[in-house]
């Protein structure tokens, strides 16, 4: 079984993952408010609306319009072309995410061969070409590139919650899933905000977009530098060796030097390692990581398709412009915030799923039915309380049901299948939205989430061993950190 962390370490590297997410997440959310004008300028620069032959060979992003376009066509009603950009965006989204599906098992796994912090440092190593690409883009290939690169390397939240979870004990697993969760509603309450802000300055003319890239380029290296320095090795197999070789405490800041008459003990801690251990215990799995990961992937295929088609809603109905989206977006990762930092950490991990697919239910079967602004925040009200909760409590329930040298993979798992959902809800979602309108489309999508309350309410179990666990037994505030 694994050493127990102690008090002063876990706080040290919980303030390491903390730190070093929110920098993470704040970069990634730079560019999704410069999405519809980044990719205005490119199209504007390489696929004008009028495309001769005798300017040579179309581009790629004049061949992926030219597609988009067909399929834009196929539809009954007619899309404004205003959309035009919205779905290169969703396909590009879309792109990104079927890749973090792929990688996200292999990043797991190397992070339970080799280590946490070994895997976390060459997933940086990909974000930081990702970004550097992004600031030499002054085309959409070179774009295009650096979104491949980072949707292939991209691995810190999943990292992040391996971490996190091998430092907590059985009582300590949701407040530190919630505690990722929190990272995630502080930045995209003002990560986009910033990189609006740093659109707006333009630093270099062959890519307008460099100051908000560079900035974000900044951001990565020094979480990088950040990491190398600070983050200590927590992979329990990792650290037993570490102790059982002596190592100085410098070494990786978990493991302390061991005397002759401690090394009968770590190395049978070393051979229990083997077999999957939770808290100490050979693993008895209550929940199958199967049905966890179906249930996150039909989760996430209609919510990201909820909210992914939200924009075109808005402007339908409301004739909202994108300011006024960005600040209905603001105002749900507010609400998000302040539910994951008071209520969510108080729930248990089951209970907080049922909370979140339940609000997500109820507020699709509004947003098929609203009229009025006040029901479209009633709705928005409804959607940040299934942000706060839901994938945090799915986090918690798997890595419960994983043992200590095996949770990257598992969690690296269920977030591929999270990716999957997300890289196909959004197309079949508005496909259905513009075939047969809002209300057949929101409709159709509750009832999907419905299907997934029945797995949340009947299907899924509390872990044994955890049953009467809340997050108010352990005592994790600002001061922690």
């Known amino acids: 079984m694994a050493a127990p962390v102690d008090p002063a370490t876990r706080k040290r590297v919980l303030r390491v993952v903390f730190i070093s997410l929110l920098l993470d997440l704040v970069s990634f959310t730079f560019i999704l408010p410069l999405f519809p004008s980044l990719l205005s300028y490119y199209r504007d620069l390489e696929a004008p609306t009028q495309f001769s032959s005798t300017n040579g060979s179309p581009s790629i992003l004049a061949r992926i319009l030219t597609y988009l376009n067909a399929y834009k066509a196929s539809f009954a009603r007619p899309i ?17 995410s079927i890749l973090q599906a792929l990688a996200s098992p292999i990043i797991g796994t190397m992070s339970d061969r080799y280590g946490r912090r070994t895997a ?14 992004w600031v030499c883009a002054t085309d959409f290939r ?22 996190a979870t091998d430092i907590s004990d059985e009582k300590q697993r949701s407040s530190t899933m919630a505690l990722v969760g929190i990272c995630f509603s502080i930045s995209f309450t003002f ?3 910033l990189g609006a802000w740093l659109s707006t300055i333009n630093s270099v003319k062959a890519n307008p977009f460099a100051t908000a890239a560079g900035f974000s380029l900044f951001l990565i290296v020094t979480e990088t530098i950040y990491l190398y320095l600070c983050l200590p090795e927590t992979l329990p197999s990792k650290v037993a060796s570490a102790k059982l070789n002596g190592a100085p405490a410098a070494t990786n800041g978990l493991t302390k030097p061991t005397t002759r008459s401690a090394t009968n003990a770590i190395q049978a801690e070393l051979l229990s390692s083997e077999t999957p251990h939770v808290g100490g215990k050979t693993v008895r799995r209550t929940n199958s990581h199967f049905l ?5 992937l039909a989760f996430i295929l209609f919510f990201s398709g909820m909210e992914f088609s939200l924009p075109f809603m808005t402007y339908d109905l409301f004739g909202y412009t994108s300011a006024k989206n960005g600040r209905l977006l603001g105002y749900m990762g507010l609400v998000a915030s302040l539910l994951q930092g008071g209520v969510t950490r108080r729930l248990s991990p089951l209970l907080s799923v049922r909370v979140g697919v339940v609000s997500c239910l109820l507020a699709l079967l509004l947003l098929a039915r609203i ?36 949770r990257g993979g598992k969690l690296g798992n269920l977030r591929s299948w999270g990716q ?20 057949v489309a929101y409709t159709i999508g509750g009832m999907g989430v419905l299907a997934v309350s029945m797995i949340a309410f009947f299907g899924l ?3 044994l061993g955890t049953e009467g666990k809340r997050v108010k037994d352990v005592k994790l505030d600002a001061g922690e950190l």
Request: aromatic letters at 8%; proline letters at 2%; charged letters at 10%.
């Open 292 to 296: 966890l990961n179906f249930t996150h």
């Open 80 to 96: 404004d072309s205003r959309y035009d950009i919205v779905l290169l965006g969703g396909a590009l989204g879309s792109l990104f």
């Open 142 to 163: 070179t774009f295009l590139l650096s979104r491949i690169v980072g949707g292939l390397s991209e691995g810190n939240v999943q990292l992040a919650i391996a971490i």
């Open 461 to 463: 179990k509390t872990p």
């Open 371 to 406: 009229n009025t602004i006040g029901g479209l925040y009633a709705a928005t009200t409804l959607l940040a309380v299934t942000t706060a909760t839901v994938v945090t409590g799915l986090n918690a329930l798997s890595s419960f049901e994983a043992g200590e040298n095996e």
């Open 420 to 439: 999957l959902g997300r890289g196909v809800g959004p197309l079949l979602f508005t496909s259905v939205y513009w075939w047969a309108g809002r209300e």
């Open 191 to 193: 990560g986009p905000a």
């Open 120 to 133: 976390l440092l060459t997933s940086m190593a990909g974000n930081i070409l990702s970004v550097l690409l």
